[in-house]
C-alpha cells in the first residue's frame, strides 16, 4: 500500500510539473523525519530544489536559444587596456535597467580588433542573467535569412518572431553590403524594432559612413535617426588589440 502510495505521489506531481521535487521528495521526506523538521520546512526545501532546478534550466534555454559565443563575459573583458571605455558606464548598461523596456539600443563602435564584438556578447550574456531574452548574430548572416524570408512573403512572419527578443545583438553591422536587397531587409528590422525592441550594434564604420551601407544617403540618414534615438554610443579609441599582438604589445583579445 505504501508504494502504491508512493508511486502515485510522483506521478500527481509530474503531473504538475513538479519533476524535482518529484525526484527529491522520496530522499528529503526520510531526512525530515530523522531530522525533526516541521511539515513546513519539508515542504520549502523541495520548492527551493524545485526553484532552483528551474531556474538553472532557464537558463540552459536561454543560452541555447541566443547563439552567443562561447566565453565573452564582463568578468574576462580587459577594461584596463581600453581607458576610453567607462567600465561603470557598461556595467551599468549590462544589468539592462530602463534601456531594454523603453526599446532603446547600444551602439559600440571602433576599428577592429579592439573587442566590440566581445563586449558586446558579454553585455548579452549579463542580461540573460536577468532573465532577458537575447540573440547574437551576424549581420549578414541575420540579412540573409531576412532576404530568403522576404523572398517566400514570410518577412513580416520572420520579423515576429525576432520580437521575443528583449535584445538583439548585430555584430559586424558595417560588413552589410551596399545592395538594394540586403539594404531593404536590414532598414526594415531597424524600422520594425524602433522604440520597442532593443538592438546591440556593433560596428567599425563611424555614422559619417553609413552611406557605404545603406542605398542611399536618405536611407543611411534615416537608418542613423532611428538607432540613435535615445541610443547609448560605446565608442573604443584604440589600436587593434589583435595587430598589437602580433608586435608582441599585449596579449589578443579576440573579437
Not at 518529484?22 to 521526506?29: G, I, K, L, R, V
Not at 531594454?100 to 558579454?122: C, D, E, M, W, Y
Not at 537575447?134 to 540573409?144: A, H, P, S
Amino acid at each position: 500500500m505504501r508504494e502504491n502510495t508512493n508511486n502515485s505521489l510522483t506521478v500527481m506531481l509530474k503531473e504538475l510539473c513538479l519533476t524535482t521535487i518529484a525526484s527529491n521528495w522520496e530522499e528529503t521526506c526520510p531526512q525530515a523525519d530523522l531530522g525533526g523538521w516541521g511539515s513546513a520546512k519539508c515542504l520549502s526545501i523541495l520548492c527551493e530544489h524545485e526553484l532552483t532546478s528551474r531556474g538553472n534550466r532557464r537558463m540552459a534555454r536561454l543560452i541555447s536559444e541566443s547563439d552567443l559565443p562561447k566565453g565573452k563575459t564582463l568578468s574576462s573583458f580587459e577594461f584596463g587596456v581600453l581607458p576610453s571605455l567607462n567600465k561603470t558606464q557598461v556595467l551599468t548598461l549590462a544589468s539592462g535597467e530602463g534601456w531594454i523596456r523603453q526599446g532603446t539600443n547600444i551602439l559600440i563602435f571602433g576599428p577592429s580588433g579592439v573587442g566590440k564584438t566581445h563586449l558586446a556578447a558579454a553585455i548579452g550574456m549579463r542580461l540573460l542573467e536577468c532573465n532577458m531574452r537575447v540573440l547574437f548574430t551576424r549581420t549578414t548572416e541575420l540579412i540573409q535569412k531576412l532576404q530568403a524570408a522576404k523572398q517566400v512573403l514570410q518577412l513580416k512572419s520572420a520579423l515576429a518572431k525576432l520580437d521575443k527578443f528583449d535584445c538583439l545583438i548585430l555584430d559586424d553591422f558595417g560588413y552589410a553590403r551596399k545592395d538594394q536587397m540586403e539594404t531593404n531587409v536590414l532598414f526594415e528590422l531597424i524600422c520594425d524594432r524602433y522604440e520597442r525592441k532593443s538592438l546591440i550594434i556593433t560596428c567599425n564604420q563611424p555614422f559619417g559612413e553609413w552611406d557605404k551601407i545603406f542605398q542611399d544617403n536618405a536611407m543611411a540618414v534615416a537608418a542613423i535617426d532611428r538607432v540613435v534615438q535615445s541610443a547609448h554610443i560605446l565608442q573604443i579609441n584604440a589600436e587593434s588589440y589583435r595587430k598589437n599582438s602580433l608586435t608582441g604589445k599585449n596579449k589578443p583579445m579576440k573579437e
